[in-house]
């Protein structure tokens, strides 16, 4: 199976709007692909960080194209910014079809961390096409068939937390997240409106695509453990589980993961063929 490379793709008007896409060469048909976010508290890492060896390995084994990117970061560019990037980036990939010979139905997004809420904010979000614009890739779907998610957050929103969690930690990086002066406004109206919108978990509906949440600790109900550190908080399964329930309501597949019941051998390969064939 050939797999065609492409290196720093501008896919925006901005210095890190650049990706790499590993496009894998079908004798007939069209490739799906899935679109990689990488973490690093939207302040760090970088496309070459792409997910996990075992997975692009096997998603190309499979068929399926990868693409990993940057996106901005908040130290210049707080919220929506990064967000807006995912938008894009999922839209270029899209206008990418023909060149690419991709298919354009069946686009996954993917990510880690902070990238995994990036992905799951516009996975959730769904076609975010700007049908007016005279840029004709704003003016193409974001929308996705699935979204595979890694230690993702769901939520930017401080309050999220209530009832779930009596530590003292708060997200790092709130202030640059939202480009306010300083921690003590983050219960102002206008930060918690921002918050409201920053929060994937704030978009779910029934149109929502399936889901696999995969994270590093262990599922502790109810709760997350008040003396967790940091690091656990805002990677906690619970983020997950306080999805999941959502999903299950509106019976739309969502499979979780955690250290208590952890990944299956290629299982995440197989959730994504069968969310490209529907």
């Given at each position: 199976?050939?797999?065609?490379?492409?290196?720093?793709?501008?896919?925006?008007?901005?210095?890190?709007?650049?990706?790499?896409?590993?496009?894998?060469?079908?004798?007939?048909?069209?490739?799906?692909?899935?679109?990689?976010?990488?973490?690093?508290?939207?302040?760090?890492?970088?496309?070459?960080?792409?997910?996990?060896?075992?997975?692009?390995?096997?998603?190309?084994?499979?068929g399926i194209s990868v693409v990993s990117c940057n996106y901005r970061f908040i130290l210049t560019d707080p919220f929506p910014a990064p967000m807006q990037d995912g938008t894009r980036a999922l839209q270029f990939v899209r206008s990418m079809s023909e060149k690419w010979a991709i298919d354009p139905e069946r686009i996954a997004s993917s990510g880690s961390s902070a990238g995994g809420h990036i992905a799951l904010w516009n996975a959730?979000?769904?076609?975010?096409?700007?049908?007016?614009?005279?840029?004709?890739?704003?003016?193409?779907?974001?929308?996705?068939?699935?979204?595979?998610?890694?230690?993702?957050?769901?939520?930017?929103d401080q309050r999220f937390y209530e009832g779930i969690y009596e530590g003292p930690h708060i997200q790092p990086n709130l202030a640059l997240f939202y480009g306010i002066p300083t921690i003590d406004d983050l219960y102002k109206p206008d930060t918690l409106k921002l918050a409201e919108e920053a929060s994937a978990i704030n978009y779910m509906s029934s149109a929502a695509p399936p889901v696999y949440m995969s994270y590093s600790y262990v599922l502790d109900l109810p709760r997350i453990p008040a003396d967790a550190p940091v690091g656990e908080v805002i990677h906690h399964p619970m983020h997950g589980y306080m999805l999941k329930l959502k999903y299950e309501e509106l019976g739309i597949p969502f499979v979780l993961r955690h250290n208590g019941d952890p990944e299956r051998p290629g299982e995440i390969v197989r959730f994504l063929l069968d969310c490209f064939s529907q």
């Open positions: 199976m050939a797999i065609k490379e492409y290196k720093n793709v501008a896919y925006g008007p901005y210095d890190r709007n650049v990706l790499d896409a590993y496009i894998v060469e079908h004798d007939t048909g069209r490739s799906p692909v899935l679109v990689f976010f990488h973490g690093g508290g939207y302040t760090g890492g970088d496309k070459e960080d792409f997910l996990r060896d075992e997975l692009t390995r096997e998603c190309l084994e499979a959730l979000k769904g076609n975010c096409a700007k049908l007016d614009s005279p840029d004709p890739v704003d003016r193409l779907s974001s929308a996705v068939s699935a979204f595979i998610g890694f230690g993702t957050q769901v939520s930017k």
